[in-house]
């Protein structure tokens, strides 16, 4: 059974740091783009930050310049590396893949882990 599990959250104050991790498992064939995503309270999910099979990342301009994406095809990772964190950054984070596994292939979310930022 495939499946995206995260870790790394965490409490921080504004202006710190917090790495994410994102770990694939599972009969798996390939992992095509990969990316996380965040949910604040009361707002819809929107996309953070995401990256190709060949290591091309995209971000959202509200983080471009302060996080960082990265992934390692061969461990089936994705990470994510957060500096000058402020407040509004504040959410619950999702990793997700596009991820190829015979009958089970398909778009898979991991559980999300809680990022809080406050001082």
């Known amino acids: 059974q495939v499946q995206l599990v995260e870790s790394g959250g965490g409490l921080v104050q504004p202006g710190g740091s917090l790495r994410l991790s994102c770990a694939a498992s599972?009969?798996?064939?390939?992992?095509?783009?990969m990316g996380w995503y965040r949910q604040a309270p009361g707002k819809q999910r929107e996309l953070v930050a995401t990256?190709?099979?060949?290591?091309?990342?995209n971000y959202a301009a509200s983080v471009k310049g302060r996080f960082t994406i990265s992934r390692d095809n061969a461990k089936k990772t994705v990470h994510l590396q957060m500096n000058s964190l402020k407040p509004e950054d504040t959410a619950v984070y999702y990793c997700?893949?596009?991820?190829?596994?015979?009958?089970?292939?398909?778009?898979?979310w991991g559980q999300g882990t809680q990022v809080t930022v406050s001082s």
């Open positions: 997700n893949g596009w991820i190829v596994a015979g009958e089970e292939s398909g778009d898979f």
């Open positions: 990256i190709t099979h060949n290591g091309v990342p």
């Open positions: 599972g009969s798996i064939l390939d992992i095509y783009a």
